[in-house]
């Protein structure tokens, strides 16, 4: 018996369309450099209703795991500034709100998101560094 040969399942080309993934990974690294990873419904991801629906910061918060979010999630603060290592380009892209936002965030780099606005489709496996530096700078309230 042979198979046809056709184009792989997640051959989609354009960034932030609904998932054709079923699941996949989320790798949180912390400040103190421990990781944990999590399988995603890419359909479906947990919620606990903070951030945009299927944002780093709702699937993080609803698995215990903590990311700074002073302003309740609604993309008017910088403190859930994360840094996506991996998996960028299976994410939302960010507006210019987020842009604005994430010009008052410290250490700011090509990978830096706002948590609570970037929503990953689940065409790639995604690691998200959660950078020490902001969780300190809101706790001393700077
Ligand atoms: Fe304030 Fe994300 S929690 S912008």
Known sequence: MTHSSSSPPNAASSKNQHPVAKEFQITFVSPSGESQSIRIDAVSPPSCGTGLPGSILDIAL????????????????????????????????????EEDQLDKAPGLTSQSRLACQCVPNGQQDVVVEIPGWNRNRVREGV
């Not at 795991?65 to 609604?74: F, R, Y």
């Not at 910088?78 to 210019?96: D, F």
Request: some cysteine; aromatic content about 0%; hydrophobic content about 20%.
């Open 62 to 97: 609803s698995q215990g795991i903590e990311i700074d979010h002073a302003c309740g999630g609604v993309c008017a603060c910088s403190t859930c500034h994360v840094k996506i290592k991996s998996g960028l380009n299976s994410c939302s892209e960010g507006t210019e709100e």
